[in-house]
């Protein structure tokens, strides 16, 4: 059993598009972190979320930690073929010190 | 700046061999994580070191899997023997301290096929 599930799995669509990509646990985590990794390097992170109902912003990029801080969200406007990669979540679930990865959402830009 | 560098970036090998990966994390950092990705399983950590020394190896599949970390630019991860089933990426990853929600920075991975 996965700890962070992660949904959808896979997701291709065309550019300049908006997109929505979910992480859930019925866990709750003091920090939660959002990676990007390309094919064949290694996962790059994006954001990091602390706090319960915060919102970050990455340029195009919106990240949301659910105020029970056991689920987050990444929301992209106007996806460019740039995007394209695996999207990782990850965090570390109160009383556990294990860093623990989601199963990700592999993302297809087409142009 | 160099970031965290991984050797060999692929690795062939056969059932039974010992295979050991390579790490140099980044120059002052002083967390080392190794970890293992499938298509099946995700991303999986294996052991973290703080200081050279391993503080959590609860992730390492079985006795075949070890690591060392004998000073603080270089580590390995030595399977041996290896099996098919090992096939997999390994990354290894590195933090400027021992905080598990510390920003990780990987290296590029070494592909590990077992035939």
């Known amino acids: 059993t996965q700890l962070l599930e992660q949904s959808p799995q896979f997701l291709s669509i065309q550019e300049g598009e908006n997109l929505t990509v979910y992480c859930n646990s019925s866990s709750v985590f003091s920090s939660l972190q959002w990676y990007r990794q390309e094919p064949g390097e290694g996962p790059v992170l994006l954001v990091t979320v602390v706090t319960g109902g915060e919102v970050k912003k990455l340029k195009r990029l919106t990240f949301q930690f659910g105020d029970a801080r056991k689920d987050s969200s990444l929301h992209i406007t106007a996806a460019q073929p740039g995007d394209t990669g695996l999207y990782l979540c990850a965090g570390v679930p109160f009383g556990n010190e294990k860093l623990t990865f989601g199963t990700g959402t592999r993302l297809t830009i087409i142009p | 700046d160099a970031g965290v560098i991984q050797s060999p970036r692929h690795e062939v090998t056969e059932m039974g061999q010992e295979v050991t990966l390579r790490c140099k994390p980044i120059s002052g950092h002083n967390s080392l994580f190794w970890y293992r990705q499938t298509m099946m399983r995700g991303l999986e950590l294996l052991i973290y070191f703080n200081n050279n020394v391993p503080i959590d190896d609860s992730g390492m599949p079985e006795d075949r899997f070890s690591a060392k970390m004998p000073n603080a630019s270089f580590s390995t991860l030595k399977i041996q023997p290896s099996e098919p089933r090992d096939s997999a990426v390994y990354f290894c990853?590195?933090?400027?301290?021992?905080?598990?929600?510390?920003?990780?920075?990987f290296g590029p991975g070494t592909r590990l096929t077992v035939l």
């Open positions: 990853a590195s933090s400027a301290s021992g905080g598990l929600g510390d920003t990780q920075y």
